[in-house]
T-cell receptor
Framework: DAGVIQSPRHEVTEMGQEVTLRCKPI?????LFWYRQTMMRGLELLIY????????DSGMPEDRFSAKMPNASFSTLKIQPSEPRDSAVYFC??????????FGPGTRLTVL | GQQLNQSPQSMFIQEGEDVSMNCTSS?????WLWYKQDPGEGPVLLIA?????ELTSNGRLTAQFGITRKDSFLNISASIPSDVGIYFC???????????FGGGTRLMVKP
């Protein structure tokens, strides 16, 4: 199994630009999670989906952040417009109900 | 919301020493998980605990689910250089629910 796949691994962009992060969960998993990791705040849950439906998006910091899961094998996290304080590592994780979440390698985002 | 306090924040030990770290919560969890994160990678699950009082081992790692369901600890015996990384505890209320993470313990091992 390839594990959770995220792209890109690194993204450098300028303030105000739109950023799209992508995730392919492990095949057969029915939960997908987006986390953000910073030195100051640690690992924070942004949003999670069950069977492609958003369940809890209370961690999404602002309306500039949006996430979609059009099908069971793909999800995106979009930031528009991006700001320097959005710089962080963004992780996608998936699980099969029981709750053992498997994380992707992360996308390191730098907003200049 | 729920808070997980993980300690110590960092440890610098000699190779061969045993390591202990713990997490405490202000409220109960029904599942405790321990992850390790290597530089530039995502967290990797080490041990999962599903029952209060449960003691589980995975090689040199041993973790316990506290009786009160508000705490957990992780021990690493006879540390080796590849144990270096950041260890996170995580609590979960029920299967499929979000994870709440501790702040992490950064482990450094001196050969």
């Amino acid at each position: 199994d390839a594990g959770v796949i995220q792209s890109p691994r690194h993204e450098v962009t300028e303030m105000g630009q739109e950023v799209t992060l992508r995730c392919k969960p492990i095949s057969g998993h029915d939960y997908l999670f987006w986390y953000r990791q910073t030195m100051m705040r640690g690992l924070e849950l942004l949003i999670y989906f069950n069977n492609n439906v958003p369940i809890d998006d209370s961690g999404m910091p602002e309306d500039r952040f949006s996430a979609k899961m059009p099908n069971a094998s793909f999800s995106t996290l979009k930031i528009q417009p991006s700001e320097p304080r959005d710089s962080a590592v963004y992780f996608c994780a998936s699980s099969f109900t029981r709750g053992e979440q498997f994380f992707g390698p992360g996308t390191r985002l730098t907003v200049l | 919301g729920q808070q997980l306090n993980q300690s110590p924040q960092s440890m610098f030990i000699q190779e061969g020493e045993d390591v202990s770290m713990n997490c405490t919560s202000s409220s109960i969890f029904n599942t405790w998980l321990w992850y390790k994160q290597d530089p530039g990678e995502g967290p990797v699950l080490l041990i999962a605990l599903y029952k209060a009082g449960e003691l589980t081992s995975n090689g040199r790692l041993t973790a316990q689910f506290g009786i009160t369901r508000k705490d957990s600890f992780l021990n690493i015996s006879a540390s080796i250089p590849s144990d270096v990384g950041i260890y996170f505890c995580a609590g979960q209320l029920y299967a499929g629910n979000m994870l709440t993470f501790g702040g992490g313990t950064r482990l450094m091992v001196k050969p």
